[in-house]
């Protein structure tokens, strides 16, 4: 779930151990007091040696959610960073905002960021989709606590994707409904206009490999680019998030 919780749990109990002080939660204590100076200044320092850094945050860059940041699943290869920064740029004199969700971990490649299947690598980014209000004006806020899980269901006239994976025995392929950590803002609405133009500034990187999103939502704002691609009926449903990579 973090990469260094483990570690740094041994290391607690260890310390607990030979802390020769009757304190109530004495472990649970020395746990978060070690793992937030691990997270906050310790791992930054260490991950640019497996070629990672942290998310640069700025006006327009924002993780969706904190706990991303706690959980060590922000960190990027420096040329993520320079994608999400170019693409911030081109969005100058709009009110969206690049709302990131996982990214990931510090160290290591393939080692498993769960629940993904991909984001192993520095390599990888997800980020929210864009909503606005019943007016039609843009908004950076979301539907859910966690940023997943609020999905961007077709219309009746759109291709059924997700039916097709579910039939064909892909349960986990709506898994991440389970996973909002409690919805909100439900008067939002899809901003089409909103989500069209991040993924169309995103597009306009070199650097960018591929773009993931739920086939009914690139028909519907009708993108054509060939990085755009669908991710399968082994991965999770892309109509809550929009996943980007670099070559």
């Not at 899980?149 to 025995?169: A, D, P, S, W, Y």
């Amino acid at each position: 779930m973090t990469q260094i919780g483990g570690i740094v749990y041994l290391l607690s109990l260890i310390i607990s151990k030979k802390w020769n002080k009757n304190l109530k939660f004495k472990t649970l204590i020395i746990f978060i007091s070690l793992y937030l100076f691990s997270t906050l200044l310790i791992v930054p320092l260490i991950s640019p040696i497996f070629g990672r850094e942290k998310v640069n945050h700025s006006e327009k860059i924002k993780p969706t959610n904190y706990m991303t940041v706690l959980l060590n699943r922000n960190y990027v290869k420096p040329k993520l960073n320079e994608l999400l920064s170019k693409t911030e740029k081109k969005l100058n004199g709009t009110n969206i905002e690049i709302n990131y969700l996982d990214a990931n971990f510090p160290f290591i490649n393939k080692f498993p960021l769960l629940p993904h299947l991909s984001h192993n690598d520095g390599k990888k980014i997800d980020i929210s989709l864009v909503y606005e209000t019943e007016n039609g004006i843009i908004t950076n806020k979301q539907k859910s606590i966690s940023g997943y899980g609020v999905f961007e269901n077709r219309k009746i006239t759109e291709h059924n994707q997700i039916e097709k994976c579910l039939k064909n025995g892909y349960f986990q392929y709506d898994f991440p409904k389970y996973l909002t950590l409690g919805k909100i803002n439900k008067e939002l609405v899809f901003s089409e206009k909103g989500t069209k133009k991040l993924i169309e500034n995103i597009l306009k990187s070199k650097d960018l490999g591929k773009l993931f999103i739920e086939p009914h939502l690139k028909s519907r704002m009708n993108l054509k680019n060939n990085r755009i691609r669908y991710h399968g009926c082994r991965a999770v449903r892309h109509d809550d998030h929009i996943h980007i990579q670099l070559k």
